[in-house]
């Protein structure tokens, strides 16, 4: 209510209502109603679990549809039981064809870093990866969109490596557009059934992001299992 009656008047400066007093959201952008790539990913900042990247093909038809689900930025979603329930419905809506995973395990994704030495060029080549999954099946895709975490060419190097020869738009706040959006949200499904996977095999908690709660619970598995276990649990730089 906060979000749609105050900020949302505050910045569009218009309110529309149903017949039914209902608020209703904005008309989707041309560019959102074409047919385009959205690449998000999830787990980037958690010391605990993987790092999982999703990228989802939309059109005009399945661009409103998702609109009409309440499809928006992952991050707006408190509840994660809300994200599980909405990326089941996105995964029937849209099939398979129309959506990648690209999935880091924590030992992959901490040998990519000894190696880079910075999370970057692992984020450019999963987002890229994406891309190019969707692209091949979604020839007509006219254009990428992607959350800016570096510079543009970051990516563009590793899609045109990948003989993918799609335009990309990298832009702050890529999750405004309903594709990438949309991947925001399966990415954050796949994120958070990996941890439900870890808190089974490992029998104890295995909470979210990086704060004192998240180091108690590393310090507890390296008592439980040793100290490699976190090259299986962690990203080790943090």
């Not at 209902?22 to 787990?43: C, R, T």
């Not at 190019?132 to 510079?151: E, G």
């Not at 060419?153 to 045109?160: C, K, M, S």
């Not at 990298?170 to 999750?175: A, L």
Request: proline fraction near 3%; include cysteine; aromatic fraction near 6%.
């Amino acid at each position: 209510d906060f979000i749609e009656n105050v900020l949302e008047t505050k910045i569009l400066r218009k309110v529309v209502l149903d017949a039914n007093g209902a608020f209703l959201p904005q008309p989707l952008s041309k560019e959102a109603l074409a047919s385009h790539i959205g690449v998000d990913e999830s787990g980037k900042g958690d010391f605990l679990g993987p790092m999982i990247i999703a990228a989802v093909h939309v059109n005009a038809e399945t661009a409103q549809q998702l609109q009409t689900l309440g499809v928006c930025d992952s991050k707006l979603i408190s509840s994660d039981e809300k994200a599980l329930e909405l990326a089941g419905t996105i995964r029937d809506r849209i099939g398979e064809q129309n959506y990648s995973i690209v999935r880091f395990s924590n030992e992959a994704y901490n040998k990519a870093y000894a190696k880079t030495r910075s999370v970057t060029p692992i984020l450019a080549w999963g987002h890229a990866r994406a891309i190019v999954n969707v692209r091949a099946k979604n020839p007509d895709s006219k254009f990428a969109i992607s959350d800016q975490f570096a510079k543009e060419d970051t990516v563009l190097r590793q899609l045109r490596k990948m003989n993918c020869d799609i335009e990309l738009r990298s832009r702050v706040r890529g999750e405004a557009d309903i594709a990438v959006a949309a991947a925001s949200i399966l990415a954050r499904e796949q994120f958070l059934l990996a941890l439900r996977a870890l808190r089974e095999h490992y029998g104890m908690s295995i909470p979210k992001g990086a704060s004192s709660a998240v180091d108690k619970a590393a310090a507890d598995l390296v008592r439980k299992c040793g100290p490699s276990v976190l090259e299986m649990v962690a990203k080790c730089h943090f």
